[in-house]
Structure formats: C-alpha cells, structure tokens
C-alpha cells in the first residue's frame, strides 16, 4: 500500500509555476465518499483564470489543484454502494482535489462514462459539452434564427457549432482565431467564420449579415465586443448568452443599453446554472459515445505538466481539451 501520490499543488495564485508537481498522502474516502484512481485530468480554461487570481480563492495555500478527473473507483466509503467499484467515471469537485493520481470526492458528484467511450475522450467532453447542451437549450431555437458563437473551434464554442442546427439554428455564424481555426469551426458545421483576432471583427461580421441581424449570440469573448455586437441583433427577440469572457473582462453591457434596443441578456453562470450543467453531463457523455458529437483532445501531457498545459491555454495554443495523466496511474 502506498501512503503518497503524485499531485500538482496550487502554492499561490499567479503565473503558470505557481503549479508544482508534489507528493501528498493518499486521500481516503469518506463516508458517502468514493476513491477514484485518476487516468485522464482535463485542463479546463476556468482553472487557468483561478489560478491566475482573476477570481478569488478563499483557501489557504497550498492546495491539491484541479475540478475534474476521470477514472476508476477502486474504493468507496461508508454508505456507497460497493456496485461502483470498477466502474469508469467521471467526477467533478466542488473543493479541487482533482489534479492527482486518487482522488476522494462525495459519490453524487460522479459521473457513468458509457462503454465505447475512452477515458481521455469523456474528461475531454466532460465540461465543455456539458455546457454547450444547457446554453442551446437556454436559447430556444425556433428552427429560422441566424446565431453567433464566437471561439467556435475549442471549448464549449466547438460543441455549440457541432450541436446549433440539431437544436434549431438556421444559419451559424462562427469566430475564430486564425486560419486553422477557422477551418475547424467550418468542420463543426459553421455556414461563415470570422477572426476574432481583428479587432475590427465586429464591421467584418455587420458586412456578412448584409442588413440581416443575430436572434442569438453565445458570448464567450465579453469585453467590449459584447456591446459593439447589440446593434446587429434583432430588436425585441435578440438575446445574448453571456457564459465567459476569453478577453479578460465580462460584457461590457449595461442595463440601458439592452432597455434601448429590445434586448435580453442571460447571464449563464453562478451555482444554479452550475447544476443544470452537472446533470447535463451524462447526456454529453452518450452523445461522444456514440459519435453524434466530436470530442476534441489537443494532446495528452504527464501530470507533472500541468504548468506547460496552463501555459498553451493562456498562449491559445490548443485546439482542444490538454488530458493530464497521471504517471504512475
């Protein structure tokens, strides 16, 4: 029996070596508690902005990092079935913890992955598709609309562009950053894709509507495009989904600005929102596994990398989700 695995401790917020690889004792379930044996770690790009210290951390450093593993329970606690033992799953973490090779989360907070569905492919559509199945269910579609998604080739853009005409878009307006992404974002079902790495992207899009206008935008750039963006949306119906801000800062939308031009904006996000993507996540699972949606897995790193894959997020190198795993998993 081993009393240390490896981990990657968060020991402050700031750059990318902030992270440090480590060895901490081996958790033990608690009661209604499971054990997962850590294989695939995905790095999502919220983590990066923790870590960062654009939100607050109200924890004491340093801490195991990390909100998501995938794996294989090995051991349960007091009141868990002991069914589960074996099973492929994928957790998520409300207190991190999830950067490590075990793991010891509450049992509710696990995930079925479905056979046919590889460890790595599930931690890579764990979140990102997770959210992209609420944020169109949100927008209620009505099979006519012209939408934006904006950082269409990765992340929950990706799966919002591989989903948007199932769940009712009519026309799918994308962005992107760079040729090759855009040629992804194309690949995922996008009818005309725009660089967002312009600045002057929100003429180039108003010059592609040609006079038409957006009925919905998905917005995960916020900043100050956000507003730029309520002119070219329909008057009375037009809604905006605000559930990121890639540019650093959220929509840069005041309440007035909507009153004036007729328009919603939905803030996607706080605890509530939270919970609809949790129970959404079985649902992305089975859509990857049986092909209906792509799971995008830009390269898999040892866990001791963890800084170099925090350092391709903040450089928007990936073109999808960087899998940790674990070394001695």
């Not at 939270?274 to 792509?294: D, E, F, M, N, P």
């Amino acid at each position: 029996m081993r009393f240390s695995v490896q981990a990657i401790l968060l020991t402050g917020t700031g750059a990318p070596d902030v992270l440090v690889a480590s060895e901490v004792p081996t958790p033990q379930p608690s009661p209604d508690e499971i054990l997962l044996r850590a294989e695939a770690i995905p790095v999502l790009f919220p983590e990066t902005m923790l870590r960062s210290g654009a939100f607050p951390m109200p924890v004491e450093f340093p801490i195991v990092f990390g909100t998501q593993a995938a794996g294989v329970i090995t051991e349960v606690g007091v009141g868990v079935d002991t069914a589960l033992l074996g099973q492929r799953v994928i957790v998520s973490s409300n207190t991190f913890g999830t950067y490590a090779e075990q793991v010891s989360v509450p049992a509710a907070l696990a995930t079925p992955i479905p056979d046919g569905l590889s460890t790595v492919d599930a931690a890579a559509v764990g979140m990102s598709a997770s959210v992209a199945i609420p944020l169109l269910e949100t927008a209620e579609l009505t099979g006519t609309e012209t939408i934006l998604i904006e950082a269409a080739a990765t992340g929950v853009g990706a799966y919002l562009t591989q989903l948007a005409k199932e769940y009712g878009a009519a026309r799918v307006i994308a962005t992107a950053g760079g040729t090759e992404k855009a040629e992804q974002a194309r690949g995922f079902g996008a009818d005309v894709v725009i660089d967002h790495l312009d600045p002057e992207w929100p003429r180039q899009l108003r010059e592609t509507l040609g006079g038409a206008t957006l009925d919905v935008v998905f917005d995960s750039l916020g900043g100050e495009s956000a507003l730029a963006l309520l002119d070219l949306m329909t008057p009375l119906r037009g809604r905006m989904l605000s559930y990121g801000f890639l540019s650093g800062a959220p929509a840069q939308v005041s309440a007035m600005d909507l009153i004036m031009r007729g328009l919603t904006l939905i803030g996607c996000s706080g605890p509530d929102w939270l919970a609809g993507v949790a129970q959404a996540r079985g649902a992305a699972l089975k859509r990857a596994a049986t092909g209906s949606i792509t799971p995008l897995v830009d390269r898999v790193l040892p866990l001791e990398q963890a800084a170099y894959a925090h350092q391709l997020l903040a450089e928007r190198a990936a073109k999808g989700t960087i899998v940790l795993r674990p070394g001695r998993a």
